[in-house]
């Protein structure tokens, strides 16, 4: 990003954009969630209709694309989504390029670094 003000340009822009979405799918048992420009949507809608949708939400502005994913379980940040009889259930999801980085207990560092380090 080029500036710092930026992320909160960008966070009050999609405010502004999302309200309408907001008023449209608040009516019984739905979840919307963002962060920043991810977007995740609990919604039990006909496949169809929802497509419709989100080809309307699309058309709000052309430098917004929503893409849909459409199914019972999903990745969404760092979470792995998984709806179960309209329950949801969530896991840890690292993405394939996630590497984890720690510090074996078996190396050759002083024990009072490897006591200090979180795992």
Known sequence: MDSPLTLTVANCYMFFFEQDIIKQINNGDRLYLR???DIFIKINWPTQHLLKEIYR???F???IKLEVQV???TNFLDLYIE???DELFTEVYHKPSYESYYLPFNSVYSTH???N???
Do not use: E, R, T
């Open 83 to 85: 709806n179960k009889n």
């Open 117 to 119: 380090i979180l795992f």
């Open 113 to 115: 670094i490897k006591k």
């Open 57 to 59: 939400w699309n058309k």
């Open 61 to 63: 502005d052309s430098s």
């Open 35 to 37: 962060y920043i420009d």
């Open 71 to 73: 199914g019972y379980s």
